[in-house]
């Protein structure tokens, strides 16, 4: 899907960070890219920038939960939270690639 897009001749690419293959201290994983996406008015055209996020269910999963116990709060544990979280986003990235011969069939 990503090379499809790449491949579009009217977008271009603005800002890539691959945090699958390089995840984040927290543990999280996506790939974000930001595509220029033509926008044409009555005298101009102008990029407007769209931001794609490419995600399995595993790393979408944890980044709601991640999400919903993380931000914006204040947590006295927040070493061992981040430590524990950042194992969890570990072992759900083992389950998938477990799987992942199962899911090509």
């Given at each position: ?68 116990i ?7 544990n ?8 950042q ?19």
């Amino acid at each position: 899907m990503l090379e499809a897009l790449k491949w579009q001749s009217d977008l271009i690419v603005i800002k890539e960070k691959d945090y699958i293959n390089n995840p984040k201290a927290s543990g999280y994983r996506s790939y974000h890219i930001v595509f220029g996406v033509p926008l044409h008015t009555l005298d101009a055209m102008e990029y407007y920038p769209v931001e794609v996020q490419f995600r399995t269910l595993s790393m979408d999963f944890w980044s709601s939960m991640e999400h919903r116990i993380c931000y914006k709060k204040e947590r006295t544990n927040k070493a061992e939270l981040s430590r524990q979280m950042q194992m969890l986003s570990e072992s759900l990235a083992l389950v998938e690639a477990e799987l992942k011969e199962y899911i090509a069939d």
